[in-house]
């Protein structure tokens, strides 16, 4: 099989006889299960939802929400989406559960809940230089779009956190960027 990765060092594997490379290749195999499934966790969204607040982990960041600034919630494909009172986002970010259980907990903790996004419309594509945003969001954009081609997600979301601190919602969609 010429597309499997790393021919060399798996023929030289497989040329050794003897119960040990059974075991040898248990054990590698185990410790990449444990890496990845790690990895995993450190990249996907943990999300705690309180009566008083929304807690958000990602990575090494650490978002906390006061539910008197929370307005309304709702899922955009897989991506959890939470407005403030000005109707502009205070996070958006890829959720792995499905958009039911997600929904089920926010109503049980009475967070205005929806099952799509009441501003998709209001979305406008992106361009260098907008002249509808201010100077530092078409900067903060520019950094966001080079980030998103480098498939720098933690840049890109740092950068989105910085976007919805000047009040401008942004979401990406096959690499290009629209806001409102």
């Known amino acids: 099989m010429p597309w499997i990765p790393f021919q060399g060092p798996l023929k030289l594997i497989a040329s050794y006889n003897g119960a040990w490379v ?4 248990m054990i590698l195999g185990l410790i990449a299960g444990i890496t990845l499934t790690l990895f995993s966790f450190h990249e996907s969204l943990e999300t705690s ?19 008197k600034d929370i307005s309304f919630v709702f899922m955009d494909k897989k991506q ?4 403030g009172h000005d109707k502009k986002e205070l996070f958006r970010c890829k959720q792995e559960l499905n958009k039911s259980r997600v929904g089920a907990v926010f109503i049980k903790h009475h967070y205005l809940w929806g099952d799509t996004d009441p501003f998709k419309k209001d979305f406008k594509t992106w361009v260098v230089d907008s002249p509808d945003l201010s100077p530092a969001a078409n900067a903060l954009l520019k950094s966001r779009k080079i ?3 480098k498939g720098n997600d933690e840049e890109a979301f740092q950068l989105a956190q910085e976007l919805w601190k000047l009040r401008v919602s942004v979401k990406e969609k096959d690499k290009r960027q629209y806001y409102r």
């Open 22 to 25: 059974d075991i040898v290749t």
């Open 49 to 67: 939802v309180y009566y008083d607040k929304v807690i958000l982990k990602i990575r090494d960041d650490e978002i906390i929400l006061k539910k």
């Open 80 to 83: 959890l989406v939470l407005l």
């Open 147 to 149: 980030a998103i081609e």
